[in-house]
Each structure stands twice: as C-alpha cells, then as structure tokens.
C-alpha cells in the first residue's frame, strides 16, 4: 500500500500496473488505497506473462522475495 500512497499525488500522466501474487494476503486494504485515489490503477493478479510484463516496464517496485530476483536477471 505504500507504493499506492507514494503514486497518488504524482501530477503525471502514467500508466500503473499492479502485479499481485499468490502470496498477497492484503486485498481488502489495496482496494481500500485504490478506491480513495484520483489515479487509475491496473490490477492483474498472478499473470502467466510476469516476465513480459516486466520487460515492458519502465519502473517496478518490488517487495522482494523471487520476484526481486526475476527482475535483476531481465
């Protein structure tokens, strides 16, 4: 949720990407973030394409764990 509070008061035009995992266990309070902010945000949950999404990103913000390491090697 701290990427989510850190976006919303950017005044740029940018497309977000939220990548969710099977380990996420903190949906009610992301839709809660999600439904207070002015910024639209996309939500995928457990993608079978992570790694093109992840070539297709400028920017990712990743909380760590295999993920982190998926990312480095791209």
Do not use: W
């Not at 990407?17 to 380990?23: K, P």
């Not at 995928?44 to 295999?66: H, Q, T, V, Y």
Request: proline share 4%; aromatic share 6%; glycine share 10%.
């Amino acid at each position: 949720m701290q990427a989510v509070e850190a976006l919303r008061p950017l005044d740029t035009d940018i497309d977000v990407e939220i990548v969710l995992g099977q380990g996420f266990v903190h949906g009610g309070q992301l839709n809660e973030a999600l439904v207070n902010s002015p910024r639209n945000f996309d939500v995928c949950e457990n993608p079978i394409d992570l790694a093109k999404r992840m070539r297709a990103a400028d920017l990712g913000i990743i909380s760590g764990g295999l993920t982190m390491f998926e990312a480095a090697y791209l």
